[in-house]
């Protein structure tokens, strides 16, 4: 008996190793899918439902970059769902809108060129839409190298939208100041480069803790407020409502703005 009681113990510390090995394997395989797909999770690969869109604008602004990935040009679409959400589905669309103007991610600080500027401000010429060209400011570099940066590779056509600078950050050691006083020289020297009053794209609690009023009194203004509230700074022309609208023809999860004015 106690012989026997030795062998089932034995069988049973096996089964027990054997679905503990299964388990483990499952686990690791687990591990690793949720590793590989985790980046298409969190950019809107699988998404079938973006953010809500404000009630009352038909006119859309779509911003990209080389994060953005490769654009199918000719089928850019704003489909809304009948809750007044994004959506890829033209199948669950209430309304499918054309993606009115794309602006595109040009330069940043004193030489950087976005990797994908070239061919997408190309293509988007070519779809015949309204572009943008934006550079991305450093306030810790100087301003008027930074310019010279940007009319360097931005040739805008008559149909084109005025430059645009994003400003959304500011240095350590930086004042307001100087940061007022550089991007002011920045908007001047291009302002009379292309004979076109910049858009300064911000987000709306930047606007209100960085920027003088000699900004955004005399520029127009690009907020940033990720709300279904529109911007707290009254005399904006564009509004970026959300970095997480599902675009046709846009991988991934997009920015996607509404025009209130035609700038």
């Known amino acids: 008996m106690r012989a026997n009681k030795n062998v089932k113990r034995k069988k049973r510390a096996k089964r027990r190793q054997f679905r503990l090995g299964v388990w483990g394997i499952l686990?690791?395989?687990a591990s690793v899918a949720v590793f590989v797909a985790w980046p298409y999770i969190k950019h809107g690969r699988f998404a079938t439902q973006g953010s809500s869109v404000p009630e009352g604008y038909d006119y859309f602004c779509l911003d990209i970059s080389h994060y953005n990935g490769a654009i199918q040009w000719d089928s850019l679409k704003v489909a809304i769902d009948p809750r007044g959400y994004t959506?890829?589905?033209?199948?669950?669309?209430?309304?499918?809108?054309?993606?009115?103007?794309?602006?595109?991610?040009?330069?940043?600080?004193?030489?950087?060129?976005?990797d994908r500027y070239q061919d997408f401000w190309a293509e988007a010429g070519r779809i015949n839409t309204s572009r943008g060209?934006?550079?991305?400011?450093?306030?810790?570099?100087?301003?008027?190298?930074?310019?010279?940066?940007?009319?360097?590779?931005?040739?805008?056509?008559?149909?084109?939208l005025?430059?645009?600078?994003?400003?959304?950050?500011?240095?350590k050691g930086c004042t307001r100041k100087l940061l007022n006083d550089r991007v002011l020289t920045w908007l001047d020297i291009i302002e009379k480069h292309y004979g076109r009053k910049p858009i300064v794209y911000t987000s709306d609690s930047f606007a209100r803790s960085y920027l003088s009023s000699d900004i955004t009194d005399n520029y127009p203004l690009w907020i940033a407020r990720y709300n279904s509230e529109p911007p707290k700074t009254s005399n904006w022309k564009i509004w970026q409502f959300t970095d997480k609208a599902l675009v046709i023809g846009a991988p991934g999860y997009s920015d996607l703005s509404v025009i209130r004015v035609n700038p």
């Open 27 to 29: 686990g690791i395989l």
């Open 87 to 114: 959506t890829r589905s033209v199948l669950h669309a209430k309304r499918i809108l054309p993606v009115r103007w794309v602006v595109v991610k040009a330069t940043e600080g004193e030489q950087m060129v976005d």
């Open 133 to 160: 060209a934006y550079h991305f400011f450093r306030s810790s570099k100087d301003p008027r190298v930074q310019a010279d940066n940007y009319i360097a590779r931005v040739k805008l056509r008559k149909t084109d």
């Open 162 to 171: 005025p430059p645009i600078l994003d400003v959304e950050t500011i240095h």
